[in-house]
């Protein structure tokens, strides 16, 4: 049943019109920034005169920065850090949560709490919880006749005080997550792991973690893509100047908003960061697609 | 509370009835560890507003508030202002949501239903964007709305910066493509037989479908909009105009100026929504993200 070319034009048109508002949105919001982005790190812009074509200079300009490296080097301690806590400490409270016979709907709720907070309010508060003179921690330090500690402060903790923040504030969803596939391992092979005379951490090595291998994978990718772009924070709880803890994202808003006022130099950051996280983010895509 | 023994985990059953004791004492633990962690945080902010500023700033603090001047809420609310950038967040929010749901339904609607020419290539350029990290895209991004292209709009200290922007939601479109793909071929021809349009067909047959999948997108859009912070500290420069987020970090910044109490009532009422969303909508929120992990 063919239909007349007329039909199908009025079709397409009517489909076209459906979509008019979201193409032009993508279009204007997404795909020209992303090409723009691109053209904008070979540019000098002063938005006065036309934008200049410089070539490869803000690259070179960022390579010689000092700072460039230290944002890379404070950005993967930070990622390292993180998953240290925050992977590991997640899975091991959702193996725990998963023997748990009562008040499951208790941990759950409380776990995801800090997730529904707004950040700012996350951060905010744990500032004042570090403040060294009349914050919760040391009081509780004290309390305890432990030495007290200059948290943010310090460039010795300073990182260590970032990652508990964003810990705190983000290990809830994948604790659920974690808990979800938990909940989906078949009884029956903890039973034959049993029956064989497995010990309970031999279960958990070789029964738990293999049937985990996916979701752990998958919380992988997304974690380290996630903590690699941290800007909150260090904006907020160390700030742009401090080199301390400078990551690439607070680089990026200190060379366009803050410092320098060069967006080609933030530009041509941004460029190498997408690169990076493209490649996690490739990975992750290709990896959920082929087993969704 | 609910016990089913009879669920099979890493320790066995017969584990669980031989040691009650034991396992008692792990569960307290554990609640007592998770109150801690969890939930003592958000119980020292609530609290903490309630104090009085020598009470708040004593070396010695207090688990239970020995001042007590719930009153500092409604300074905050009044003085501070909080109350104009809760308005102004709400706004903000329920308009990413509207924008949000009329786009990104229409136009998974024409692509999952109508598939019209080159609609596989339109759906192709809209999920490839779900690899980008929009902060990669910060600063492109804000000078496109400084001045959009073709139309020459400004868009800084307006809403539409973060409305028109919001609705490019990739996630969406996929997620709502996907729903609107499954609803059977038969129930829209029997729409069509009975003489209806396209737009009549999304709306009285595909969206009633769609219930669940459109209350999933609208819960995330609004907690989105909600804890937003980076993008609008960029867009929304006026402090008449900021969010609660940018607002409340402009006014942590003048401390001295702004009394702490009424700072920490004003983190507490940015919280209070979300807070509401999650006790009400928590079945979904969670299921949805539990869902997330059960591809493998």
Redesign the interface.
């Known amino acids: 049943m063919g239909k007349s070319l007329a039909t199908r034009v009025r ?2 048109l ?3 019109g ?2 008019a ?3 032009a ?2 279009a ?7 090409v ?2 691109v053209i ?1 790190s070979f540019q000098q812009v002063n938005f006065v005169t036309d934008p200049e074509w410089v070539g490869l200079a803000n690259f070179k300009a960022i390579f010689d920065d000092p700072l460039f490296w230290t944002a890379w080097k404070n950005t993967l301690v930070f990622t390292g850090i993180a998953l240290l806590l925050g992977y590991v400490v997640p899975f091991a409270l959702a ?10 709907g ?9 997730v ?6 996350v951060v ?6 570090y403040d060294p ?2 914050g ?1 921690f040391n ?1 509780i330090l004290k309390g305890v006749h432990l030495p007290t500690l200059q948290w943010h402060q310090s460039s010795s903790t300073a990182m260590l005080s970032l990652v508990l923040v964003s810990t ?1 504030a983000n290990m809830g ?1 994948a604790l ?7 909940q ?2 078949p ?2 092979l ?2 034959a792991a ?1 029956m064989e005379g497995a010990s ?1 951490w031999q ?2 090595r070789h ?2 973690i293999p049937q985990m291998r ?2 752990l994978l ?1 919380l992988l990718l997304l974690q380290i ?1 996630a903590t690699m ?1 941290v ?2 924070e260090p904006f ?1 709880l160390t700030g742009v100047t401090n080199t301390d803890t400078i990551t690439v ?1 607070v680089l ?2 200190r060379y ?2 803050a410092v320098n006022y060069d ?1 080609g130099m ?2 041509a950051m ?2 190498l ?2 690169i990076v ?2 490649v996690f ?2 990975l992750y ?1 290709r990896l ?1 697609r082929d ?2 | ?5 009879d ?6 059953p017969v584990f ?1 009835r031989r040691h009650r004791g034991l ?1 008692f004492t792990a ?1 307290t633990v ?2 007592v560890l ?2 801690l ?3 003592f ?2 119980y ?2 609530i609290t ?1 507003a309630l104090k009085d500023n020598q009470e ?6 207090t688990i239970i508030p020995q001042s007590f001047h719930p009153e500092t809420y409604l300074t905050a609310w009044k003085n501070l202002r909080i109350g104009h950038y809760f308005l102004n967040t709400l706004y903000y929010s329920v308009g990413v949501w509207f924008f949000q749901v ?3 339904v ?6 999952s239903r ?4 080159l ?1 596989k290539l ?1 759906l192709a ?2 999920l490839a ?5 929009m ?11 400084t001045d ?2 073709i139309l020459g709009w400004n868009l800084i200290n307006t809403p539409w910066a973060l409305w ?2 919001g ?2 939601n ?1 996630f969406n ?1 996929y997620v709502l493509k996907r729903f609107f793909d499954q609803i059977p071929q038969d129930i829209l021809d029997a729409a069509a037989m009975d003489g209806a349009g ?1 737009f009549r067909m ?1 709306w009285s047959v595909v969206l009633p479908l769609s219930r669940p999948v459109l209350a999933v997108i609208s819960i995330l859009s609004i ?1 989105g909009a ?2 937003d ?2 993008w609008p500290l ?1 867009v929304l420069q006026d402090p008449e105009v900021q969010n ?3 607002a ?2 402009r006014l ?1 910044a003048t401390s001295g100026v702004v009394p ?1 109490t009424q ?2 009532a004003g ?1 507490v009422i ?2 209070i929504p ?2 509401l ?3 009400v909508f ?1 079945r979904s ?2 299921r949805g ?8």
């Not at chain 2, 964007?129 to 990290?133: D, E, G, N, S």
């Open positions: 079709d397409n009517t489909a076209y459906f979509m508002a979201g193409i949105v993508f204007l919001f997404s795909w020209y920034p992303l723009r982005g904008l193996v725990l949560i998963n023997e748990v016979r009562h008040a499951k208790f941990f759950r709720v409380a776990v995801y709490l800090p529904m907070l707004p950040p700012i309010v905010l508060l744990w500032k004042y919880f003179g009349n919760l009081a705190w969803g659920i997550m974690y808990l979800a596939a938990l989906n391992i009884g029956e903890y039973e049993e309970i279960r958990l029964v738990t996916f979701i998958v893509v772009q800007f909150i907020q994202m990026i808003y366009a908003f967006f933030a530009a941004s460029v960061l997408f996280l493209g983010s490739a895509l959920t087993e969704a | 509370m609910s016990s089913n023994d669920v099979r985990s890493l320790v066995s669980f396992y569960l554990l609640i998770f109150s962690i969890f939930l945080p958000l020292w902010m903490g708040i700033f004593s070396p010695q603090p009329l786009i990104d229409t136009a998974a609607y024409a692509l109508l598939r019209p020419v609609g339109v350029g809209m964007t779900l690899m980008l990290p902060t990669a895209l910060l600063v492109p991004a804000y000078l496109t709305v959009v292209p028109l922007p609705a490019a990739a479109i396209k999304l907690i909600w804890k912070y980076l960029l609660l987020s940018v409340l970090t942590a702490f700072l920490l983190l940015a919280s979300m807070i969303v999650f006790l928590q929120i969670l993200l539990s869902a997330g992990s059960m591809k493998g």
